[in-house]
């Protein structure tokens, strides 16, 4: 079973300011047909988790640019260029490249 | 616009069982890959298990040592999640999570959630 690492598990940010999430694979989440299938979900406080980020980076519909995932084989990143209010919330990976799905245990960012 | 809308809240007895249900609506239910994805209390995300309507494909994670039952109506765009011989360590929010099986592109639409509480 591939197993997610993510780092850190909190993560404190100044408003306007950049932040950066990693996530690493036990096992290399490229696919035959070059895709990386790992994606990135924002859950915020006391709603369902939304999709952010997937094959690794491309963003979802309505995603705001200043998103962005990045990386290939076993490592990643989530960077988010200019940190506001609204980006306050619990960030998982998750593999998709084969079953069990398996996602990272999450990282807390919250506005300094 | 695609909407995966569960049933409401549980109350239930240890050893006992429980269904939660996820109808589909506005999106290619044909088309899907369904996810039934557990939170416990200030924790996670949980994969449970997978199931593909269209293909009748269904895989589990071997954590619920098949304890967990996922099935589709076709017919009713409606998937269902059965889990069985209930403990407290049960007790979480239970979501439902779809995405396109022939264009992935993530689990791009969420269920609300359904809350499941396990007590004696």
């Known amino acids: 079973d591939i197993v997610m690492t993510q780092s850190p598990p909190s993560l404190p940010v100044t408003p306007g300011e950049p932040a950066s999430i990693s996530c690493r694979s036990s096992?290399?989440?490229?696919?035959?047909?070059?895709?990386?299938?790992l994606e990135w979900y924002l859950q915020k406080a006391g709603q369902s988790p939304q999709l952010l980020i997937h094959?690794?980076?491309s963003r979802a519909s309505g995603v705001p640019d200043r998103f962005s995932g990045s990386g290939s084989g076993t490592d990643f990143t989530l960077k988010i260029s200019r940190v506001e209010a609204e980006d306050v919330g619990v960030y998982y990976c998750?593999?998709?490249?084969?079953?069990?799905?398996?996602f990272g245990q999450g990282t807390r960012l919250e506005i300094k | 616009q695609a909407q995966l809308v569960q049933s409401g809240a549980e109350v239930k007895k240890p050893g006992s069982s429980v269904t939660v249900s996820c109808k589909a609506t506005g999106g290619p239910f044909n088309r899907y890959t369904i996810s039934w994805v557990r939170q416990a209390p200030g924790q996670g995300l949980e994969w449970m298990g997978r199931i593909i309507p269209n293909l009748d494909i269904v895989d589990y994670s071997q954590n619920f040592q098949g304890r967990v039952t996922i099935s589709a109506v076709k017919s009713t765009t409606t998937a269902y999640m059965e889990l069985t011989s209930l403990r407290s360590e049960d007790t979480a929010v239970y979501y439902c999570a779809s995405g396109d099986h022939y264009n992935y592109y993530g689990m791009d639409v969420w269920g609300q959630g359904t809350t499941v509480t396990v007590s004696s």
């Open positions: 096992q290399s989440l490229r696919h035959s047909n070059g895709n990386h299938y």
């Open positions: 094959m690794a980076s």
């Open positions: 998750k593999q998709a490249l084969q079953t069990p799905i398996a």
